[in-house]
C-alpha cells in the first residue's frame, strides 16, 4: 500500500491531538530506523528519549520473547520473579530504598505527588498543602502531573487542576525559598530540564534547594524521566551533584520501548504509603518487567554510562563546532547525551528539513531548541553523520 494511504487511513482513526510528520516507521536496526518504502533513516530522537539501546537489541528482545511465552501478567496481588530482579537492580543503580512499578512516565510522577501530599497529611499539616515546581518543567499529562507542569499552553484548557502548586524560576534557589510557606511539602523539578529547553540544574541551585528541603522539612522530588537512565553520562543525572533527592520518577529508556516506568524513594519518603494508598493493575508486570531487567543488565555488561561520557563529549565538540560556523544558532546546554541547539527562530522547519530531505530524525524542545536524545549506543561515525546531515538542512533553511 502506499505511504499516503497509510497516513489517511490514520487520520480516520486517531484523535486528533498530534500533528505527525509524513513519514510512516516499519522496522529499526541499531541507530537507524526504516520506513514502508524501506528508506534508511539515522536516528538522533530515540522515541523521544526510550530507545537508549537502538532498535533490534538481540539479546533484549530473546529475553523479552522468553518472557512472553513464560507468562506476562498476574496483577500486583501475587508475587513474580521478574519484578524482584528489575526492583532489585534498579535500587542498586539508583541508590534508592523502595520501588513502585508504572506504566508510564507521568504515572511515575503521580505517585510522587501523592508521597508529598500523605506526607504533609501524616504529618498533621491539615488538608491544603502546597508544592513548589518549576516554571518551563515538563511531568506529563494526567491531571496531577499536569498541575506541575510549568507551560500555561498546556494547563490553561484543563483548569482548575490540583490546588497548591507554586511555580519558582529554575536555577534560582531565592525565588524557590520566596515562594515557600508553611504548607509547602515538596518540591519537584526536573534534574535537566527537558522539554523546557535542555536546562541543567547547576550545582549551587540543586544543593541549595536540597539544604532548604532538609531545614524546613520538605521532601525534594527528582524528575529524572528524561535525563536518567545513564543519559546525562550518569546513570541519574542527580548522581553528578553530590546530593540526593528523597523520590524521584524514571521510565522512558527504563524499558527501550516497553512502557515500564517507576517512582523510588529513600528515607522518609520510603515509608509514607501504607497499603490501600496506590495501585496499579498492570503496572509492573512480568512481561514489563523482565525487559527493564535485561536492559539494566545490558546498562552495566556493555558499560554503557562510560560510553555515553565519551560519545556525549564527542557530540558536544562537533556541536560547537556548528554553532561557530553558523550565527543562526545562539546557544548550546546540555550533558552527555541530551543536548541542545537553540537557534534564532523557529526550529521546525530544520527538523523537517532534516527528516524529509536528509533522513534524520531530530525532535525539538519548544519552538526555538533542537534537542538532541540519540540512542545512548551511537558511535562518534554516528555524531559525524548527523552532523553531516544536520548543516545541511539548516543551511537550507537558514542560509
Ligand atoms: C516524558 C516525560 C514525562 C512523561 O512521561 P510519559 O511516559 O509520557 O507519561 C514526565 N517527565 C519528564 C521529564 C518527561 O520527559
Redesign the pocket.
Known amino acids: 500500500m502506499e505511504k499516503q494511504q497509510y497516513i489517511d487511513r490514520a487520520e480516520q482513526v486517531f484523535y486528533k491531538v498530534y500533528n505527525r510528520f509524513p513519514v510512516v516507521f516499519d522496522y529499526g536496526e541499531g541507530v537507524c530506523l526504516y520506513d514502508t518504502d524501506g528508506k534508511e533513516y539515522l536516528d538522533f530522537g530515540a522515541g523521544?528519549?526510550v530507545m537508549g539501546l537502538g532498535y533490534g537489541c538481540r539479546e533484549l528482545n530473546d529475553a523479552m520473547k522468553r518472557q512472553i511465552d513464560k507468562l506476562c501478567h498476574t496483577s500486583n496481588l501475587f508475587y513474580h520473579v521478574p519484578a524482584v530482579e528489575a526492583g532489585e537492580k534498579l535500587l542498586k543503580a539508583s541508590e534508592m530504598e523502595k520501588v513502585f512499578f508504572t506504566n508510564?512516565?507521568?504515572?511515575a510522577?503521580e505517585g510522587l505527588l501523592k508521597i508529598a501530599k500523605r506526607y504533609a497529611h501524616n504529618k498533621g499539616m491539615g488538608t491544603d498543602y502546597e508544592i513548589i515546581a518549576m516554571k518551563h518543567s515538563?511531568?506529563?499529562?494526567?491531571l496531577g502531573?499536569l498541575s506541575v507542569t510549568g507551560n500555561d499552553h498546556y494547563q490553561e484548557p484543563f483548569e482548575p487542576l490540583i490546588p497548591g502548586i507554586r511555580f519558582a524560576d529554575f536555577n534560582d534557589l531565592e525565588s524557590v525559598k520566596a515562594v515557600w510557606s508553611e504548607k509547602t511539602c515538596a518540591v519537584i523539578l526536573?534534574t535537566i530540564q527537558?522539554?523546557g529547553g535542555i536546562y541543567p540544574a547547576t550545582e549551587e541551585f540543586l544543593t541549595g534547594v536540597r539544604a532548604f528541603c532538609d531545614e524546613k522539612d520538605g521532601l525534594l522530588l527528582l524528575?529524572e524521566?528524561?535525563?536518567g537512565m545513564g543519559r546525562s553520562g550518569h546513570m541519574f543525572a542527580w548522581q553528578a551533584y553530590g546530593v540526593k533527592p528523597d523520590g524521584m520518577?524514571v521510565?522512558?529508556a527504563l524499558g527501550n520501548g516497553v512502557?515500564i516506568?517507576a517512582f523510588l524513594v529513600q528515607g522518609k519518603a520510603a515509608t509514607v504509603l501504607v497499603p490501600g494508598d496506590h495501585g496499579t493493575t498492570y503496572g509492573g508486570n512480568p512481561f514489563v518487567c523482565a525487559a527493564a531487567s535485561k536492559v539494566l543488565d545490558i546498562f552495566e555488561k556493555r558499560n554503557l554510562v562510560e560510553h555515553v561520557q565519551k560519545v556525549g563529549d564527542y557530540l558536544w565538540k562537533r556541536l560547537e563546532e556548528l554553532a561557530d560556523r553558523h550565527d543562526c544558532i545562539k546557544a548550546h546546554r546540555g550533558k552527555g547525551l541530551i543536548q541542545g541547539l537553540e537557534f534564532t527562530g523557529p526550529v521546525a522547519p530544520v527538523v523537517n528539513h532534516a527528516l524529509l530531505e536528509e533522513r534524520l530524525v531530530l525532535i525539538s524542545a519548544g519552538s526555538q531548541i533542537i534537542r538532541f536524545v540519540p540512542p545512548l549506543v551511537i558511535e562518534e561515525k554516528d555524531v559525524d553523520e548527523m552532523v553531516r546531515r544536520l548543516e545541511a538542512a539548516v543551511r537550507a533553511v537558514f542560509g
Open positions: 523521544i528519549a508510564s512516565g507521568t504515572e510522577v515538563f511531568h506529563g499529562r494526567t502531573a526536573e527537558g522539554e524528575d524521566i528524561q535525563c520518577s521510565a522512558k512502557p516506568g
